[in-house]
């Protein structure tokens, strides 16, 4: 079955400072890349996602890529803020179940210091 | 967000007791989900259903029991808890299948003893 890698486990950054997270998918047919923050004690959230017909999307601040040949995509996020402390999980739909489910990256912890 | 809730918030169980948590969205969305949240394994799918009465398992469906008589409601049951279900638990619900933006519950924390 699918299975996604994301790196690295914790990041930590200073103000101002570029974050880069990287997930690799097993599923080759896969074709849906969304990334979610979870705040401290909150639920989840969709901040970004990317389909397999786009190489790059940009929303302000964060920006994702994707390479389907080597099956790795990043998050990337510019002119960090405290605010964008969180968990990050990056997720991938594979083709099993036709496209029903999102297999999850185990998630990586930002902290952004002042 | 407010659409999709969970109850209860905290539960404390000991093992082998049944528990049932609950899932309720006001969205009218088809397809609902189960994960459980751990250290180190990130947001893992337990039970997933397209729709009312349709439902097939997720990653570690082991030891849980869904059902989804209405659209709305996506109860999901441990029949003799463990400890190793220990964990947090969020529901969440999106309007097409999994190519769509799937909204989260405010999660369920379990401690079974």
């Known amino acids: 079955g699918e299975n996604v890698e994301q790196h690295p486990s914790t990041l930590s950054v200073q103000e101002g400072d570029s974050a880069v997270i990287k997930c690799t998918y097993s599923?080759?047919?896969?074709?849906?890349f969304p990334w979610y923050k979870q705040e401290l004690g909150k639920r989840p959230q969709l901040i970004i996602d990317i389909r397999s017909n786009v190489g790059e999307k940009k929303d302000q601040r964060i920006a994702v890529t994707l390479n389907k040949t080597a099956k790795h995509f990043s998050l990337h996020i510019t002119e960090t803020q405290p605010e964008d402390s969180a968990v990050y999980f990056c997720?991938?739909?594979?083709?099993?179940?036709?496209?029903?489910?999102?297999?999850f990256g185990a998630g990586t912890r930002l902290a952004v210091h002042p | 967000d407010a659409g999709i809730t969970q109850s209860p918030r905290y539960k404390i169980t000991e093992t082998g007791r049944q528990v049932t948590l609950m899932c309720h969205q006001t969205?009218?969305?088809?397809?609902m989900f189960w994960y459980r949240q751990d250290l180190g394994h990130g947001l893992r799918l337990i039970y997933y259903?397209?729709?009312?009465?349709?439902?097939d398992k997720g990653e570690v469906p082991d030891g849980y029991v869904v059902s989804r008589s209405k659209t709305e409601n996506f109860p999901l049951t441990l029949e003799s808890a463990t400890r190793s279900q220990t964990s947090v638990y969020f529901c969440a619900s999106s309007e097409l299948a999994g190519r769509d933006t799937q909204y989260f519950g405010p999660g369920t924390r379990l401690t079974v003893l």
């Open positions: 997720a991938a739909s594979p083709l099993s179940g036709g496209y029903n489910k999102l297999i």
């Open positions: 969205w009218s969305h088809s397809y």
């Open positions: 599923d080759s047919a896969s074709n849906y």
């Open positions: 259903s397209a729709a009312a009465d349709i439902t």
